[in-house]
């Protein structure tokens, strides 16, 4: 059983930066690959990044690719995604999720979720 809590979002004028963290509590958090998913409004929750268990591989949309940047600290069990050079589109609701196999994009292979952080970018 894994808990995830997002924290870091907030309101920014587009080109500036923010750091998503996700802290997780239970047990065997080393094991899981991580995700950053994120949501607005009439839209479908879509892949922002991910990355396997070790951090060693790594994936990141291409809408983001250059921008964002997903890291995780195993001995903190946290996860982050910095978020430099912020556009308005990239408004929404942003997700933190883990899984036990594999790691990837896919929404449904997910098996725990936070409860998300709004990410406002004004212009």
């Known amino acids: 059983q894994v808990q995830l809590v997002e924290s870091g979002g907030g309101l920014v004028q587009a080109g500036g930066s923010l750091r998503l963290s996700c802290a997780a509590s239970?047990?065997?958090?080393?094991?899981?690959?991580m995700g950053w998913f994120r949501q607005v409004p009439g839209k479908e929750r879509e892949a922002v990044a991910a990355?396997?268990?070790?951090?060693?591989?790594?994936y990141h949309a291409d809408s983001v690719k250059g921008r964002f940047t997903i890291s995780r600290d195993n001995a903190k069990n946290t996860v982050y995604l910095q978020m430099n050079s912020l556009k308005p589109e990239d408004t929404a609701v942003y997700y933190c999720?883990?899984?036990?196999?594999?790691?990837?994009?896919?929404?449904?292979?997910?098996?725990?979720w936070g409860q998300g952080t709004q990410v406002t970018v004004s212009s």
């Open positions: 999720a883990a899984r036990k196999v594999g790691w990837g994009t896919s929404v449904s292979a997910y098996d725990y």
């Open positions: 239970g047990r065997t958090f080393v094991s899981y690959a």
């Open positions: 990355t396997n268990w070790s951090g060693t591989s790594t």
